[in-house]
C-alpha cells in the first residue's frame, strides 16, 4: 500500500469537505446533472481519444498509484551477491533450482536465459527489449489518466456553459435560476477536483513509479549479465550500488 496516495488523496478531499461545512451543507454541492457532465462527457471523449481497451484498463492503472510490490533495491543487491558467489562455488547451474521461487518474472526470465547458457550480449538485447516495452505501457498508462485529468476540466466548462444558456432562456422565471446556475457552477467545481486531485497528481504518480521500476530492471539486468560473465560478488556489489543514491548503499561487512 502507498501510503502517499492513500495520505495525499483523504488530506486533500477532507479538506474541501472541512471548508465546505463550515459555511453550508454538503447537499447542495451535490448535482447528478452535473456529475453526468463531468464523468461521462470525460469518459466518452477519452474512448474518442483511445481505444476502448485503454480506457477500461486505466482502472488496474489507477491502481497501481495506491499498490506497489517492487523489490527493495537493497533486497536485489543482497540477492545478486547471493547468486554470484553460489555461481562461483557450484557453478552456473547451481542456480536453476533457485528460479522456480522467485516471485519477479523479468529477474525469472533473466537467471533462466544465463543458465541455459546464452551468451551475455544475446541476454542483453533480451532484456533490454523487456525494458523498452516496458516503459512504452507504463507511458501508455499514465497518458491515458493525464488526458482524464485534461478532459474533466474541459467538460465542466461545457456543463458551466449549459447551465448558463438554461438559466438564461429562464430568466423570466425566478424559481429556475438558482438549480441553472447550480448545474453551471458544480460542473465547474466537479470538473477542477477530478483533475487536479485525482488525474493529474495520479499520472505523475504512475510517471514516478515507472521511473523506479525500469531502474530496478535495469540493475537486474546489470545483476544477471554480471554472473553471466563469472564477475566477482564484490564488484557486482559495487556495479549495482551505483545506481542507487550513496545513502541506500550497500556496505559490505
Known amino acids: ?8 488523496i483523504v488530506l486533500s478531499f477532507g479538506l474541501v469537505l472541512a471548508a465546505i461545512l463550515t459555511g453550508s451543507s454538503l447537499i447542495i454541492f451535490i448535482s ?3 456529475f453526468l457532465i463531468v464523468v461521462g462527457g470525460t469518459l466518452g471523449a477519452a474512448m474518442v481519444n483511445y481505444p476502448v481497451s485503454y480506457v477500461i484498463g486505466v482502472i488496474g492503472v489507477i491502481k497501481n498509484t ?12 543482497e540477492r545478486f551477491k547471493d547468486y554470484a558467489n553460489r555461481a562461483r562455488r557450484e557453478g552456473i547451474l547451481s542456480l536453476e533450482p533457485l ?21 551475455p550480449q544475446t541476454i542483453q538485447e533480451i532484456l533490454e527489449t523487456e525494458i523498452s516495452y ?28 449549459v447551465g448558463l444558456v438554461q438559466m438564461l432562456q429562464t430568466m423570466s422565471d425566478p424559481s429556475t435560476i438558482g438549480p441553472a446556475m ?13 483533475a487536479n486531485l485525482v488525474f493529474n497528481p495520479m499520472s505523475g504518480k504512475l510517471k514516478a513509479r515507472s521511473k523506479e521500476e ?3 530492471r535495469e540493475m537486474i539486468m546489470e545483476g544477471i549479465l554480471s554472473i553471466s560473465k563469472g564477475e566477482n560478488p564484490r564488484i557486482i556489489e559495487e556495479k549495482l550500488n551505483s545506481y542507487l543514491p550513496p545513502k541506500d548503499r550497500v556496505v559490505s561487512e
Open 32 to 34: 447528478v446533472p452535473s
Open 66 to 77: 495506491f499498490f506497489s510490490n517492487l523489490e527493495s533495491p537493497v533486497d536485489v543487491i
Open 214 to 216: 525500469i531502474l530496478l
Open 134 to 161: 516496458l516503459s512504452e505501457r507504463h507511458q501508455t498508462g499514465a497518458d491515458v489518466v493525464a488526458v482524464l485529468g485534461t478532459l474533466a476540466p474541459a467538460m465542466g466548462m461545457i456543463g458551466t456553459v
Open 99 to 119: 528460479i522456480k521461487d522467485i516471485d519477479d518474472e523479468y529477474m525469472r526470465k533473466g537467471l533462466q536465459l544465463t543458465v541455459d547458457g546464452l551468451e
Open 1 to 8: 500500500m502507498d501510503l502517499g496516495t492513500v495520505i495525499g
Open 182 to 194: 447550480a448545474v453551471a457552477l458544480l460542473t465547474t467545481l466537479y470538473g477542477a477536483i477530478l
